[in-house]
């Protein structure tokens, strides 16, 4: 059935919010977050301060950095009997399956869950943004055996999780390499997980249920999954000299290609440029040129057979290699992807709440009418 003029299929082009966070021009590819070209970000700004900007509209002046960053600091930590849960759970556990349930479970260590006005939110949204990096490396040291590395309150966002992850301070570039990640994911309009975010909290339910839904958004293989599509395709590849077949053979099967297109931009992705030079950086200093090369000439051919129909790499793309040189396992790319948006799902949910008007659209209904109840016994 085809949809009604009024409801483009996947809501394409409708404006159903407003935003004072990021704006995108996806023909000239620019993104900006509250004005300032997300390129100036991510070679000047830190993941709090990115933050910061985001949910008050203006960059910090250094007293308010420092009082945010010690407030996020605080947050490292779980509630006690959080950590109990999560080494009870499965270890063969997807860590975005984790990750949605233990966001949502930190509703019950909260005395005041559903406590919504926007000091509130804010407040809440602060206690997800500390606590998600601590669920996600605890969850993947439980599963490989390992003891728990506790959170480190004299690093910062992207240092501490490093740490918690692997025991070890990480250098000053894999720090620098990964906080510019978060900077880069924090926030893209209304992309479907934030949109998810709007819609739950339009209804005034609570901030930790509007995080799980868009966790469970974020998730699917068309949205933020797949930085993990893409990092199973080069694995797919053998030597960069097959990358050219591998990929006209997915062309001219029709295969989507992970990493590629976007329902906004016809253009590159402006993230996928930052991205892009700092995988080649990584590759280079991890000795992983290999697939930086598989990359690469995956775009030459992707613009080349596809250019003309606006598909070019998008912020996945790139992430993947990104993520493989900073020594991420492949089902911990979508939880990175989370991390850093829960900054941006919790700004558009402080908008929503500011100005709040419950999400109800209407469907076209397309079925029958006037159908007889038929008896069990007739059908
Ligand atoms: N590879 C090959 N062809 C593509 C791709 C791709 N990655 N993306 C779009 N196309 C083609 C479609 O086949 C379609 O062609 P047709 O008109 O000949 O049928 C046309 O481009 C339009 O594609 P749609 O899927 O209708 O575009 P839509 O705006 O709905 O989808 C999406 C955008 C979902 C991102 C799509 O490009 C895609 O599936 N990409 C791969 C998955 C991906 O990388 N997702 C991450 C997006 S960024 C993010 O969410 C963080």
């Given amino acids: 059935m085809s949809a009604v ?68 600091r605080k947050r490292y930590e779980l509630p006690k009997g959080m950590e109990q849960r999560v080494t009870s759970l499965p270890k063969t556990a997807e860590p975005m399956h984790v990750l949605r349930t233990l966001v949502s479970s930190l509703a019950m260590y909260d005395s005041d869950p559903n406590a919504n006005d926007v000091d509130a939110a804010q407040d809440k949204a602060l ?58 994911h924090a926030d893209h309009g209304l992309n479907n997980s934030t949109f998810t975010t709007r819609v739950i909290i339009s209804t005034l339910s609570d901030v930790y249920s509007a995080i799980t839904g868009a966790i469970g958004s974020l998730r699917g293989p068309l949205h933020g999954g797949a930085n993990e599509g893409v990092m199973k395709m080069l694995n797919e590849i053998p030597t960069v000299d097959d990358a050219e077949a591998y990929i006209m053979g997915k062309i001219q099967r029709k295969d989507k290609i992970m990493g590629f297109g976007h329902r906004v931009y016809k253009t590159k992705d ?10 080649k ?49 492949l089902d911990l790319f979508t939880p990175m992807f989370a991390l850093s948006r829960i900054g941006g799902w919790a700004g558009h949910m402080l908008e929503q709440l500011a100005d709040n008007r419950l999400y109800r659209p209407k469907a076209q209904y397309v079925g029958a009418h006037d159908q007889p109840y038929v008896a069990m016994s007739d059908r």
């Fill in 270 to 279: 402006p993230r996928a440029t930052d991205l892009q030079s700092l995988a």
């Fill in 127 to 184: 206690n997800i943004l500390g606590h998600a990096p601590t669920i996600v490396a605890y969850f993947d040291r439980h599963r490989r055996g390992l003891d728990l590395v506790h959170p480190d309150t004299s690093l910062s966002f992207a240092e501490n999780f490093l740490y918690m992850l692997n025991g070890e301070k990480p250098t000053e570039t894999m720090a620098r390499a990964f906080d510019i990640c978060m900077i880069l």
């Fill in 5 to 72: 003029a009024s409801a483009p299929k996947g809501l394409e082009g409708v404006v159903a919010a407003e935003t004072e966070m990021s704006f995108i021009d996806g023909q000239k590819g620019i993104l900006e977050y509250v004005g300032i070209p997300i390129g100036e970000l991510s070679s000047n700004s830190t993941f709090e301060e990115t933050v910061f900007l985001l949910w008050n509209k203006r960059l910090p002046k250094q007293n308010e950095l420092d009082e945010f960053t010690q407030n996020l």
């Fill in 281 to 329: 950086k990584l590759a280079e200093d991890t000795g992983n040129q290999e697939l930086y090369a598989k990359s690469h000439i995956i775009e030459q051919v992707m613009e080349r057979e596809l250019g003309a129909k606006g598909i070019y790499p998008n912020v996945d793309f790139y992430s993947a290699t990104t993520y493989h040189c900073i020594g991420l396992k």
